[in-house]
């Protein structure tokens, strides 16, 4: 039986790499496109002004490669380390993407990254061009194989589980590869992606605007920023939509701690716009609602309906009781693979055999539990309901101002008037920060509302951890988040000192550079 502190210390130490990790992924994805859309002008025209612009923003994508691939690599030597568990039950399935992500995508990406930093005066231009869109290729089909890996835990397709083996096995690898969550993950995150480097170059632009240096890099550096950013901010939205209408067919239960929806109602369902749920009481407080939202948005009709939390508990009820039988059967085979008729009852009740193991937690023997232990599992079946709805809230509303600033944006600067409206660059600069936000926020409704389950239906969180001590726990999340934090300074003071020093080759005749201002204030003098 493992040790419930030490399963909730497994889960802090690996959200907390993975929190700091996507602080890198977001921006390298894409910058990463931003990058070839700029050198793709520099080519097209010719005019030095691109290629400027491009390298400058290369320079910053470099230090962020960097610094993401130091924190992800970790990641997956906590699998073995931590969920040892689950590596072992899911390895043939999880490890295969991972696998591919590496000698795929990884490879390509980190192979041309330095043909694109060091290639500039070695490459004619189109030869550069096709490296750098090999890079963001890269970037994102790395991005692709790591959320195929995840979608698996999210959405478990195209494997089965092997009574002799005990262990997960992959039955269909383009069933796991063309998941439809795996594919709606994949769009919806990658286009987060383009949407944070375009607040980021277009906030970075207008620090640059307001300074009234490098202008000429800066405006136009600003207006390709935002017209990239609200193409990619209404697809990330309306993708989103999408996403959630898949994940409303698969995790039911992420989609009710979602919308704190407690129990069914009739169609057409209310939205919460603003609601403080109790998990405890199964109940809102102080809720704000919007008539029909939730129907439109989550079944797109006015009939449809969803089931709340009190349903989808009794739903769990009889898992839980349909999966015993299969557990039961489970011990039997362990010690007698070709038992015939522990056989014909595992394949019997095998399709709820996660939830027979959810009680396992409450009683070893599940042939005893009790239907208190059988209530008791089956009420955790439903995730903490209030950070799951209030992160996806969060999401949004960030998503929605990100909308709304990147509109006004080009509105601005179509009409050549933002280098005068001081207060939306100080608006820009304060919305960098934004995005990552979002992003932080849309992992937390991924992963907290899978809660309590690994692979979701399939293998619990609390079977899948490895059996190391507290005090050992305790060290090695003390030991990342220093590690951690760390890397995050360092990104920080580079990055900063970086966009301080502006591009490295000569100023336009806009942004004489401080130095250059000075002697030419002296020559005048004299």
């Not at 988040?481 to 580079?494: D, G, K, N, S």
Request: glycine share 8%; proline share 5%; with cysteine.
């Amino acid at each position: 039986m493992h040790d419930i502190h030490v399963v909730d210390l497994s889960r802090l130490q690996f959200a907390l790499t993975a929190l700091y990790h996507y602080l890198f992924v977001p921006l390298t994805l894409g910058l990463s496109f931003l990058l070839a859309a700029m050198e793709t002008v520099y080519v097209t025209t010719g005019r030095e002004i691109y290629k400027r612009i491009t390298q400058f923003w290369g320079k910053l994508f470099l230090i962020n490669f960097a610094l993401g691939v130091a924190t992800g690599l970790t990641m997956e030597f906590e699998f073995g380390t931590n969920w040892s568990f689950y590596s072992g039950f899911v390895g043939d399935i999880f490890g295969a993407p991972l696998a591919i992500e590496g000698l795929m995508a990884f490879f390509l990406e980190s192979t041309f990254v330095g043909l694109m930093a060091f290639g500039w005066d070695r490459l004619r231009p189109g030869q550069h061009l096709a490296v750098t869109y090999l890079v963001a290729l890269g970037s994102n089909l790395s991005a692709l194989w790591i959320l195929i890996a995840n979608s698996f835990m999210q959405m478990p397709e195209g494997a089965h589980f092997n009574p002799t083996t005990m262990r997960m096995e992959l039955s269909s690898l383009s069933e796991l590869i063309f998941s439809h969550d795996a594919q709606a993950k994949f769009v919806h995150t990658s286009i987060a992606g383009y949407v944070t480097a375009a607040v980021f170059v277009a906030g970075v632009s207008a620090w640059y605007l307001l300074k009234k240096r490098h202008v000429d890099l800066a405006r136009r550096s600003f207006r390709m920023a935002v017209l990239f950013g609200v193409l990619a901010t209404a697809g990330v939205i309306t993708l989103g939509d999408a996403l959630g209408f898949v994940g409303a067919q698969a995790q039911p239960t992420k989609l009710a701690a979602m919308e704190g929806l407690w129990k069914t109602e009739a169609a057409p369902m209310p939205f919460n716009l603003i609601a403080f749920p109790s998990q405890r009481y199964q109940t809102n407080y102080g809720d704000i609602q919007i008539p029909y939202a939730l129907s439109l948005l989550v079944t797109h009709s006015l009939t449809g309906s969803v089931p709340g939390v009190a349903e989808l508990e009794q739903d769990a009820n009889q898992r839980i009781r349909d999966g015993i039988p299969a557990v039961s059967a489970l011990k039997t085979l362990s010690a007698e693979p070709n038992d015939a008729t522990a056989l014909a009852q595992f394949h019997a009740h095998e399709k709820d055999l996660g939830y027979g193991f959810l009680v396992q937690r409450y009683a070893p023997d599940v042939t005893t539990a009790t239907d208190q232990q059988i209530a008791t599992a089956a009420r955790d079946s439903i995730p903490q309901v209030a950070p799951v709805f209030w992160s996806f809230r969060l999401m949004v509303a960030m998503g929605l101002a990100m909308l709304a600033y990147f509109v006004l944006a080009v509105i601005y600067t179509m009409r050549n008037v933002v280098e005068h409206k001081r207060w939306f660059l100080l608006v820009a600069v304060w919305m960098i920060p934004v995005p990552f936000l979002a992003c932080e926020m849309g992992w937390l409704v991924a992963e907290l509302g899978r809660q309590p389950w690994t692979v979701f239906g399939v293998l619990p969180t609390w079977m899948s951890a490895s059996t190391h001590s507290v005090g050992y726990m305790i060290f090695s999340i003390v030991g990342f988040v220093a590690l951690y934090t760390l890397f995050i300074i360092v990104e920080m003071y580079l990055m900063v000192r970086a966009i301080r020093l502006g591009p490295g080759d000569a100023p336009d005749a806009h942004s004489p550079h401080p130095s250059q201002a000075a002697r030419v204030a002296g020559y005048a003098e004299g």
